[in-house]
């Protein structure tokens, strides 16, 4: 899954990544967690690529009042074209969610240690997302998105048996294609996306609360040490 990520990265690095016309107002994030409203490149029919931020939990359209999109920060590969949830967004409303790294936990003799994975070098690259707009009786205006996930590379299973589907580059474009898309095209850019090479390294459970979200979150420790089981 993906429940925890950063993005670092400037804003001219963004524009520069993502073909946006101008560096978006974004800030360096060491823990963004769900809930919060989250960076996204998209593109809208007859427009150009735009950054927008969008609430991380999607909520569709024809969700209750207060449903806040909790449950719905991922969204499966194997099941994003059926679930009623998802399926709209999957086939017409799809974008990118830029981060240089994320987190995961595991667990070392039921102490949770939480481990930052990235690429070489801190890279920038970006998972796959769908994005939804629900609109209210008052006239406003929810805008929300879900990552995909997918099983876990190999190197990355000693964690979670999941991790957040990172599109290549060259399969940006065929992604952020506003025309609605026959879902098999869809199906065929995810399987090209495969490891891209992650490493990872133990952090400290400061990660584990939202309110910490600074540089200190990114510090390597020692991992907790793996207790071997005695059955």
């Not at 609430?55 to 194997?78: C, K, Q």
């Not at 801190?122 to 009786?137: K, M, Q, S, Y």
């Not at 997918?150 to 990355?156: G, N, R």
Request: hydrophobic letters at 40%; glycine letters at 6%; charged letters at 25%.
């Amino acid at each position: 899954m993906c429940g925890r990520f950063t993005l670092t990265s400037t804003p001219e690095a963004l524009a520069e990544r993502f073909g946006l016309d101008a560096p978006p107002a974004a800030t360096a994030r060491y823990n963004i967690a769900p809930g919060q409203d989250v960076l996204v490149v998209r593109q809208q029919e007859g427009a150009a690529r735009e950054a927008a931020w969008l609430h991380w939990g999607l909520v569709p359209p024809w969700s209750e009042p207060r449903d806040t999109g909790a449950r719905r920060i991922n969204a499966r590969v194997e099941s994003v074209a059926e679930k009623p949830s998802f399926r709209d967004a999957f086939r017409a409303r799809r974008c990118l969610v830029p981060a240089d790294g994320f987190y995961e936990w595991a667990d070392h003799g039921g102490v949770r240690q939480p481990f930052h994975v990235a690429l070489p070098g801190g890279a920038l690259f970006a998972f796959a997302g769908v994005w939804e707009r629900r609109r209210d009786a008052q006239g406003g205006c929810l805008e929300s998105c879900a990552i995909l996930t997918q099983d876990a590379a190999p190197a990355l299973r000693a964690l979670h048996d999941r991790m957040p589907v990172v599109l290549p580059a060259s399969a940006y474009a065929a992604w952020l294609d506003p025309a609605p898309q026959q879902v098999d095209p869809l199906r065929e850019l995810l399987r090209d996306a495969g490891d891209p090479g992650f490493r990872m390294h133990a952090v400290s459970t400061r990660v584990n609360h939202p309110r910490f979200d600074d540089p200190a979150c990114l510090v390597p420790v020692p991992a907790a040490p793996r207790q071997e089981s005695l059955f």
